[in-house]
């Protein structure tokens, strides 16, 4: 197969065979942000004062230091001390359990495209509900948002394991546990009085938001998601400046695009501008850790989209991810069940094969004491409804296949965005300690 793309490519028939790829991104594909909303929200997203404990911020699971994510397979939220895969549970605050789901990328989440969030989608833009949102929670609670973006934030300021710590731990956990989350007294009101009332963010605060007499968690979340579209947008990689008429890419990478593009359809699904058709899919990956479930259930499961359409034709499936800056995202699938990058394309091209040869041994958790991790490897009928819902039919590669692919996605990457804007800042004015 390589020999062959290679014999097109002496002959001039590569990038003229490139009818199936993307348009360059523009301006145009991304929404607009405030320059004073981007400062105020730098600040908070790395500010620990939006934790219910105040000992964790959005930036301890989505870190520039591993590409905002947090280079564990699942994460250890509430509880936890250190950053990335030296992050422990702690002996006097031991975390409940792990994060269900691998902590997601955060690149180009503020291009227009971008209208359903989560690996199972359960947020998503619905002109037809009430603030043009649709998501789990009542639809007060959907209304002010400025975008998905903004709306996205609520989700782990309210979590126990993520950031509002464990019940009767805090005012704002408290609060989480007797339902009131807006209005006076609610999780949000007791979240942005302790904004607006530390100093260092009233002229931050004025600057962003003018109009208003008193500071929301809406306009919170807006300045995060101003921030966060700003900081992270990645389009200006290698593979943007070949599809702008720029660059030619790699001899390897040029096979891999072929590839990735052709024959291996990869782009069946990691299709468009961020190679990602924005649907879901069910591949099978290797499901551990507590499962997506509430606390009073007894399984292990994790059925992705299932658990919001309630659709069975939907089990197992999960959001196909944009694979901007992907050789730096590891590990890989909703769970972070693989590291390398390559093992995990090797398995993804058949996944029926791969859950019988999969590997508890590659995973890179987190140590946490008392939990029980593989009981869903465990299980024969989940293992088996897992694999009845694999929805693709298996594809051959070759290890040079693979190692093409993977010199393509390494043009994804994209130095600027990786590295961010604005950085980590020295110190937030909270006082508390950043992450870093």
Not at 69 to 80: P, Q, R, W
Not at 274 to 300: I, L, N, Y
Request: hydrophobic share 40%; with cysteine; charged share 20%.
């Amino acid at each position: 197969m390589v020999r062959a793309l290679a014999t097109a490519m002496m002959i001039g028939l590569g990038p003229a065979m490139a009818g199936d790829l993307p348009a360059p991104v523009t301006d145009a594909d991304y929404m607009p942000v405030d320059a004073a909303q981007v400062r105020l929200g730098h600040l908070l997203f790395y500010d620990p004062i939006l934790s219910g404990n105040r000992n964790i911020s959005c930036a301890t699971c989505h870190h520039p230091k591993f590409a905002t994510a947090d280079g564990v397979a699942l994460s250890l939220g509430e509880g936890g001390i250190g950053l990335g895969p030296e992050r422990r549970a702690t002996a006097d605050n031991t975390p409940e359990q792990r994060i269900p789901r691998n902590a997601p990328a955060l690149f180009n989440l503020g291009a227009h495209e971008f209208t359903v969030m989560f690996h199972d989608g359960r947020i998503e833009v619905d002109e037809s509900k009430p603030g043009g949102l649709r998501t789990p929670m009542g639809a007060e609670m959907t209304e002010g948002f400025a975008n998905l973006l903004s709306a996205q934030t609520m989700f782990p300021v309210l979590s126990a394991d993520e950031m509002a710590g464990h019940y009767s731990e805090n005012d704002v956990s408290e609060a989480v546990r007797q339902g009131r989350i807006t209005g006076e007294g609610g999780a949000w009101d007791l979240l942005s009085r302790r904004v607006a009332e530390t100093p260092g963010y009233a002229p931050l605060i004025e600057a962003a938001f003018p109009d208003s007499e008193r500071l929301s968690f809406t306009e919170i979340s807006d300045a995060i998601a101003a921030f966060v579209a700003f900081e992270w947008r990645s389009d200006s990689s290698l593979f943007d400046a070949y599809l702008r008429g720029q660059a030619d890419l790699p001899p390897e990478a040029e096979l891999g695009r072929q590839l990735f593009y052709g024959e291996a359809g990869c782009s069946t699904c990691h299709a468009g501008a961020f190679q990602t058709d924005h649907a879901f899919h069910a591949m099978g990956v290797p499901q551990f850790g507590p499962g997506k479930a509430a606390r009073f259930e007894s399984h292990v499961r994790d059925v992705g989209r299932m658990r919001v359409t309630g659709q069975a034709s939907d089990a197992y499936a999960f959001r196909t991810p944009s694979l901007r800056n992907v050789t730096r995202t590891g590990p890989y699938g909703h769970t972070g069940s693989h590291s390398d990058l390559a093992a995990f394309i090797a398995d993804h091209i058949d996944p029926k094969s791969a859950l019988d040869r999969f590997d508890p041994a590659q995973v890179d958790l987190p140590g946490l004491p008392g939990v029980e991790d593989w009981q869903h490897l465990q299980d024969p009928a989940e293992q088996n409804a897992l694999r009845a819902a694999i929805n693709v039919e298996p594809r051959r590669l070759s290890t040079t296949d693979i190692t093409a692919l993977v010199a393509f996605l390494d043009t994804l990457d994209d130095a600027e965005a990786l590295a961010g804007r604005l950085g980590i800042p020295d110190s937030v004015p909270s006082g508390l300690p950043v992450d870093r």
